[in-house]
């Protein structure tokens, strides 16, 4: 091998040669070691043919033919052939034809036609009949043979030729060198389903491609016959005009190790984007530049059609989007100043309809959802209209349930149960005086309700309890089904009353309405009893009759009914009264310029047992004087002495 300068060694009007190396033969090129990476592009000669070649990769070593071997003096007339072996390496041949002869068949009707003028070699005759020419002969590669009686071959090696039984117009080998061929070409076995009959026109059975295929034309295929993109298989995607669809339609399908198609730049075809295999068909479509998480994707999960970004970005719809069925929406949805109209919509991220833009519901838009940037502080805004005012939040399976709300007059919401029921529903509104939670059956708070910012000191937990951290103001009537416990004062208004029984039989207050204002215990005309005894005894029936006038009963701490004593006025006089027993003075009784009025009929007796002691102006009580004591009351003087013991006389 030989080296010699570069061009930038060299000087102006310096004489150099194009090459960079020079080799003797095809091997010693091939198994070049002088080769560097820096050095790919530049020019060998490879001297035992005159063939130029380029050198494409160092490691290893591969080279692309640049010229091929000139021809020799006498043989102006031979035709070039461009044949690839077995390593991807391009080599030359010619075709051993005689310049300015013609070739005939046995018949000599038709003939192949060299010319020396323009490097060319043409048919005459009818261009469908192939030759018999004894003299196309030969085993090298590259070289016209005939083979058989009834064809041509152009031979690549030994065990692989291309047969021809007809003749293409024009073949190109070289910007400068071709080979024209008239009528239309067969390769294999097949036959023209397509009326071939003119120059240039070709039938093959496969046709393989190792470099790039260029087209002027259009390229037909023919229904349900497949582009197929890889080695043939179920494993890499294909494409077709499918007659199996209804209607006929442009088929793609996409095979099982990747089932996804990416869209890109061209100049990201080498980059890996990183797509994990997809479980559904999925169409990627790439921005700018080769950035992995800067994608949109399309496909359908099952029975709901999904359109996902990369991380950090959004879906736009900058002119808006019309949906007929279901839409899904994995990752976030923008709307800039257009519409959207769907009959289902399903969001996974988040929608945004752009400054004032909006998402209408109804044929009328008879309901909006938008940032409404109006109020002080921009805000979410719903908008119902006036032919309805209603939102209802109901289970996705009741959509076509009809729940009967009429129209309101301010905008109301109303949750309903999981139940088609038309009264299970809670609803909010504000009736332009005040804010309304009303409920179609029962109110019901979990875990309790609490108004204020206080803190429960008696463990409220349940469903049904409320607490109320400041002041609690109840303008009707108030009913309490249990027991009500005050950690501090109850306050009542004055003539307000706290009032007992289904039927407020029984009322406290502080009445005003008497002279001086005074508390107050009202009873009803079907008992007027005000009964006090033991809390333990409240279940035990005292039997006490219904009362012409209201009557206090004090029971003792037993559950007899007749231990009691009593305390009413029978429109006349005071009547205090014993159920057993007798009414018991313990201390004294000081009655001041009053009489003791006694029964005109049967009287009152005073003491009713001899042994029970009296004593009056304070003298001291004794029992009842027995005459036996007194002398048989023989003498005046022992009736003053009985006398004077009981306190009625003063002492002698």
Known sequence: MTDYSYHDEETLGSVHIPHNWEYASQSARKTASDVETAQVGRLALQTDDKSMWRLKTSSPVAWEAVAPPPPVVGDI??????????????????????????????????????????????????????????????????????NGADYFEFRRSDTDKIKIEALVEEFNVNASVKSNFKGYAIFGSGSSSHSLSGDGEVVVDKLEVNSSFYADGDILL??????????????????????????????????????????????????????????HPTVFVHSTGSVDANWISISCVNTVGTINAGTGAAINFPTGIDVD???????????????????????????????????????????????????????????????????????????????????????????HSASQSTSQWISISHDQTDGVINAGTNLKITPYTKFGSGTTSQSLSASGDVLVSGKLEVDGNAYFDDAVTCASHISMPDAYQVRFGNSQDVGLAYNTAQTVHAFYIGVSSDSRNVIIADQGNRATNFGHAQQTNPTIFIHSANTATDEWISFTHDQTDGVIDVGTGAVKFLDDIKLEANDIIT??????????????????????????RAKANYNNWAAFTDVVDALVALGLFDAA
């Not at 890499?236 to 089932?259: E, K, Y």
């Not at 752009?354 to 009328?364: A, P």
């Open 77 to 146: 007339g031979k035709v070039m052939q461009v044949i690839t072996d077995g390593d991807s390496d391009v080599k030359f041949s010619w075709f051993s034809l005689t310049p300015d002869t013609v070739y005939n068949n046995d018949t000599g009707t038709r003939e192949i036609t060299v010319d020396d003028g323009d490097y060319q070699f043409s048919m005459s005759g009818a261009y469908s009949t192939v030759f018999d020419v004894s003299s196309c002969t030969g085993t090298a590669d590259g070289v016209l043979i005939q």
């Open 222 to 279: 023919a229904e349900q016959k497949d582009l197929i993109f890889g080695s043939a298989g179920a494993t890499n995607p294909l494409m077709r005009w499918s007659t199996a669809q209804t209607p006929d339609s442009l088929f793609l399908g996409l095979g099982s190790t990747s089932n996804h198609i990416v869209i890109a730049e061209t100049g990201s075809v080498s980059h890996d984007f990183g797509h994990a295999l997809a479980t």
């Open 325 to 415: 069925g279901t839409s899904q929406f994995d990752a976030s949805v923008t709307f800039n100043s257009a519409a959207i109209a769907a009959s289902s919509l399903k969001i996974n991220d988040w929608v945004s309809p752009g400054t004032g833009g909006k998402i209408n519901f109804g044929t009328g838009n008879d309901a909006s959802l938008l940032f409404n940037t109006y109020p002080t502080n921009d805000s979410l805004y719903l908008g119902l209209d006036a032919t309805s005012r209603t939102l209802v939040v109901g289970d996705v399976a009741d959509i076509s349930y009809n729940f009967a709300h009429g129209n309101q007059t301010n905008p109301t919401i109303f949750v």
């Open 599 to 624: 029964d005109t009929t049967t009287g009152m007796k005073i003491g009713t047992a001899t042994d029970q002691k009296l004593g009056f102006y304070n003298a001291t009580p004794v029992t009842q």
